[in-house]
Nanobody, 125 residues
Framework: VQLQASGGGLVQAGGSLRLSCAPS????????IGWFRQAPGKEREFVAA????????YYSDSVKGRFTISRDNAKNTVYLQMNSLKPEDMAVYYC???????????????????WGQGTLVTVSS
C-alpha cells in the first residue's frame, strides 16, 4: 500500500464527507491522482481525478456538481469533498495515482500504478 485513503464513515442522505488520500513512504506530488469507488457486486468505477499541478479536474457525470477534488502538494494530500450524498454513492472509495509522473490522469483502474487500501462510505436513506 503506497497511498492511504481515509475519511469514510456513515452519513445520512444529503450529508457530507471529506475523504483524504496521503502517500505512505513516498511523494506523489508529480502524479495525477484519481478517486474510484466500488459498490458490492459492481465494478470499480471512476469518480474524480486531478492533475499533478491541480490545474485540471475531472468528474464522472454521477458526481459532477456534488463532489470536489482538490490537492495540497505541500501536504502531499488529495481531498474529495462529497456533498449531497445519495444512497447510490455508498461504496468503498479508493485513491490511485497514475503509473508515471507528469502523465495527466487515469480514467480507468487498469491505468493506475499505485493504490490505497480504500475507505468505506455508507449513506443511509
Amino acid at each position: 500500500v503506497q497511498l492511504q485513503a481515509s475519511g469514510g464513515g456513515l452519513v445520512q442522505a444529503g450529508g457530507s464527507l471529506r475523504l483524504s488520500c496521503a502517500p505512505s513512504g513516498r511523494t506523489f506530488s508529480t502524479y495525477g491522482i484519481g478517486w474510484f469507488r466500488q459498490a458490492p457486486g459492481k465494478e470499480r468505477e471512476f469518480v474524480a481525478a486531478i492533475t499533478w499541478r491541480g490545474v485540471a479536474t475531472y468528474y464522472s457525470d454521477s458526481v459532477k456538481g456534488r463532489f470536489t477534488i482538490s490537492r495540497d502538494n505541500a501536504k502531499n494530500t488529495v481531498y474529495l469533498q462529497m456533498n449531497s450524498l445519495k444512497p447510490e454513492d455508498m461504496a468503498v472509495y479508493y485513491c490511485a495515482a497514475t503509473r508515471s509522473a507528469y502523465m495527466g490522469i487515469s480514467y480507468y483502474p487498469v491505468d493506475c500504478g499505485f493504490w490505497g487500501q480504500g475507505t468505506l462510505v455508507t449513506v443511509s436513506s
